[in-house]
């Protein structure tokens, strides 16, 4: 397995990225190496059936590798590209890793410092209402690691026609059994199409599964406008993972995104001309679409109470921080209690009166009746009939 340290030339430490400087830095003189980045060495590659057909994830068996610097024998994760020798702390670039599978075309960098998560979790606990108060404490820096995750994104053009039922409201006054005039907004329902059309730029789809998905798809949102060209020393100090998810499986996913997407769009097309919108139809082409393997920056760290460990994500370049917690029993206890008291207060406030009813009237409003509108024949609309039966 080959590896590459990176040493201080001035004392011969061994440097990491520092999230600051955005450079290579030496924690023992703080001797700085600017990492060249060439935004234009960032390539979109076409998304061909060849592509599909052949990026696929191996199943790769775990590898020993020797530290360089302390000599122990490390046994390194199959998915992993960077490691840390837990003996002498060196940090490592697996180079030979990244040859296997592909080399990533960008990295967004490391925006927050490791020393700012501990902030981050204990704002993050604060905000969790129904968390035991003792949460506060359980936060282990050791545990924290920052870990640089595969992704897939795609770009294309979508053209789409779709097809709809817009609703318009109006409303019907008429005279109940006992006299009164009541009021009901009821929907009559036109068929109407359109067209739409949207570039997608950078959908990204994890390419790893180890993360929750749940927490990953909160926590996993980032800008690319701060993406990198690649270059390894990034990865110095922190962990890495190969892609174990397909291109062909990230590329149905990333479609149905756009999919998605668009019926959204429709929805507000048809909403611009009538007050509602139901049964919203798509059909769409995509083309011109592309292809990049990148990797995104995640802090993940865990804590266990009473028995239970709780996973926690923050987003390294923005901040967002998503996790497991537990709820307090005392807490839910209380805030029932809470609403109770509320009920009672408006209960004896109110007197406990009940109004008198000398009847009820039950109002069916039935919508399965189509009629022909007369504007234009070939538009179908809905109309509602009421019907006043008594009890």
Request: proline letters at 3%.
């Amino acid at each position: 397995m080959n590896s590459k340290t990176y040493y201080c030339e001035n004392c011969g430490g061994i440097m990491e990225f520092d999230v600051e400087s955005q450079s290579l830095k030496c924690p023992n003189c703080d001797t700085e190496i600017h990492i060249l980045n060439e935004k234009e060495r960032i390539v979109e590659h076409s998304l061909t059936k060849h592509a599909m057909q052949t990026i696929r994830a191996e199943e790769k068996t775990t590898q020993t590798m020797e530290c360089t610097s302390c000599g122990a024998k490390i046994e390194v994760d199959s998915t992993s590209t960077a490691v840390e020798c837990p003996y002498c702390g060196s940090s490592y670039v697996l180079a030979q890793k990244q040859e296997d599978s592909i080399v990533p075309d960008g990295v967004i960098p490391f925006q927050i410092d490791k020393n700012r998560v501990g902030e981050l979790f204990h704002r993050w606990i604060k905000g969790r209402w129904l968390a035991p108060g003792e949460l506060r404490h359980l936060y282990q820096k050791e545990r924290l690691q920052g870990i640089y995750l595969p992704y897939w994104t795609f770009d294309a053009k979508a053209d789409g026609r779709y097809t709809a039922m817009g609703g318009r409201h109006r409303t019907v006054t008429r005279k109940g059994a006992d006299g009164k005039t009541e009021s009901k907004v009821v929907t009559d329902w036109y068929p109407t199409s359109g067209n739409i059309r949207r570039a997608f730029d950078d959908v990204l789809v994890p390419a790893s599964r180890k993360l929750d998905e749940g927490l990953l798809r909160k926590a996993g949102v980032f800008g690319t406008g701060q993406m990198a060209s690649y270059s390894p020393e990034y990865f110095s100090g922190y962990g890495a993972e190969c892609y174990t998810v397909d291109l062909d499986d990230a590329h149905g996913e990333a479609l149905r995104t756009m999919e998605h997407e668009l019926e959204k769009m429709a929805r507000e097309d048809v909403l611009r001309r009538f007050d509602e919108v139901r049964d919203v139809r798509v059909r769409a082409d995509f083309r011109d679409e592309t292809y990049k393997h990148v990797m995104m920056p995640i802090y993940t760290t865990a804590y266990t109470y009473k028995g239970k460990q709780y996973h926690v994500l923050i987003n390294g370049q923005s901040g967002i921080v998503e996790g497991d917690y537990p709820k307090s029993p005392a807490k839910i206890a209380a805030i029932a209690a809470a609403v109770l008291a509320v009920i009672l207060l408006v209960w004896v406030f109110s007197g406990g009166r009940k109004e008198e009813q000398y009847g009820e009237t039950r109002n069916e409003w039935t919508e399965e009746i189509c009629v022909a509108d007369s504007e234009n024949e070939e538009e179908m609309t809905w109309v509602y009939l009421e019907d006043s039966l008594p009890m």
